[in-house]
């Protein structure tokens, strides 16, 4: 494996050839569109991807979208709460994917991983002491049908299945091509519902964000928008439930602390902004020797660390609940619709990388968006073991018949995933992480 030493330099000679020819091409303060070439663009960041032939229709997207829809009517009129698991609660390894107010009708959303072939949910029901529903019902094309089967019976408590942990791991060099490790920036984040049918006060969406890794060398700052969420739908403030870092002032020069108020976006959706600078966020807010500056090593990152007081440090973890007043966008309420970005900076511009579908939004400000098939940011339905320092996530080029790097095992890669779109087995690359090019679990 190649030194630390060996990894940055062959990081930065990336982003410095990628960077003498983007600047001419992209010139974003001081050219028009007359002077960006689109198909030279394209195909120098496509040069720079790791996996040669991807498919030019991919989508890069590895979730997929239940819809199920609770038909209580018949049940005694009182509110329930409906939750929804992957498997009989009472068992140890059972995840919550979901949790609604009912009473009545209504349409629950969630999002499951598209590799998962379940054919079948455990689904609760509980209200007025009296539990409506309490067993397994049948998945069909991603769509599912609830009403009460039986008698009501004694509400009783069920064991706590904890919800699951998506990951979004992004790349800082946005427009420029980069190393492809995605792990500049790497955060964790699970979602909980509390009805208000549950807690006797109001709609409740806690959104959690463990701020696992940092691998770039940039000013990284991060937001979050609710997409399709309008300040109608939702209170004028959110709490902070529990804080793992504070917002540094002095980076993203016209993004500022919250405080506790929500931020409507350009698009008119609202938006928490997260933290101003990433480093600063996961390492407790170190400042440099001056008291002023704060340090940017990779954090998180490097199997082997030469500084580990820099270089290491325990993930970060705040909690975001905001109250919704619209019961039915509660409901419905995914990650499929949380639009989690960072912010860098480039040629006197700054930039948002966006996840799937969300890539080219202007949520903060205009920046220009000329944008090519190439990811540079995912979201994985797990706690994925993001590639060490430099590592490729994988590699392939024209005439190999094989794949390298972080996930290359083969038909199950991140190569044959990321050349054909359709590739079933490949859906479920992340789950073959190769020892010793990833990071450990954190």
């Known amino acids: 494996m190649p ?16 960077s003498a020819i983007a600047t001419f091409l992209v010139s974003i303060s001081s050219c028009t569109n007359n ?43 009182a509110g329930y709460v409906v939750d929804i698991y992957d498997k009989n609660p009472s068992d140890a390894s059972a995840y919550k994917l979901a949790t609604g107010g009912v009473n009545g009708n209504a349409v629950l959303n969630f999002n499951l991983p598209r590799d998962s072939k379940m054919t079948q949910l455990y689904v609760t029901a509980t209200g007025g002491g009296k539990r409506v529903v309490d067993s397994y019902f049948p998945l069909y094309d991603n769509i599912m049908f609830v009403s009460p089967n039986g008698k009501p019976a004694e509400a009783s408590a069920n064991p706590k299945a904890p919800v699951m942990e998506y990951t979004y791991c992004f ?67 959110f709490a902070i439930t529990r804080k793992g870092w504070d917002f540094f002032q002095y980076a993203v020069d016209y993004l500022e602390d919250p405080q506790g108020v929500m931020k409507q976006s350009r ?73 989690l970005f960072i912010i860098t900076g480039y040629n006197a511009n700054y930039y948002e990388t966006h996840t799937v579908p969300f890539f080219g939004l202007q949520v903060l400000k205009t920046y220009p968006t000329n944008i090519n098939y190439v990811p540079w940011a995912l979201v994985i339905p797990d706690v994925f073991q993001y590639p060490v320092e430099g590592m490729q996530i994988c590699k392939y080029s024209s005439g190999l018949n094989y794949y390298e790097g972080a996930y290359q095992l083969g038909q199950y890669s991140f190569g044959a995933w990321a050349r054909d779109r359709n590739n079933i087995s490949a859906r479920s690359w992340y789950r073959f992480p190769q020892a010793k090019m990833v990071y450990p679990l954190n």
């Open 3 to 18: 030194t630390n030493k060996d990894i940055t330099l062959m990081k930065h000679k990336t982003i410095l050839a990628f």
């Open 35 to 77: 002077y960006f070439d689109q198909d030279r663009y394209e195909e120098l960041v496509t040069s720079t991807f790791p996996v040669a032939d991807i498919d030019s229709l991919h989508d890069w997207n590895l979730l997929t979208t239940v819809i199920a829809t609770i038909d209580l009517s018949s049940a005694p009129s």
């Open 171 to 237: 790349e800082e060099t946005f427009p420029e091509g980069g190393d492809f490790d995605f792990n500049d920036c790497v955060m964790g984040v699970s979602m909980e519902k509390s009805p208000k049918e549950q807690n006797g006060k109001a709609d409740y969406l806690d959104i959690t964000i463990r701020l696992r890794a940092v691998g770039g060398y940039k000013t990284i700052a991060a937001s979050m928008r609710l997409a399709n969420i309008s300040p109608a739908m939702v209170s004028d403030t």
């Open 267 to 339: 698009t008119s959706d609202v938006r928490i902004d997260l933290f101003n600078d990433a480093h600063f966020a996961i390492n407790g807010g170190k400042l440099d020797e001056s008291g002023t500056m704060v340090p940017h090593p990779c954090i998180n990152t490097n199997a082997e660390t030469t500084n580990p007081s820099l270089e290491k440090a325990g993930p970060r973890t705040s909690t975001y609940r905001i109250e919704f007043k619209d019961k039915e966008a509660f409901n419905s309420f995914t990650f499929s619709d949380l639009d």
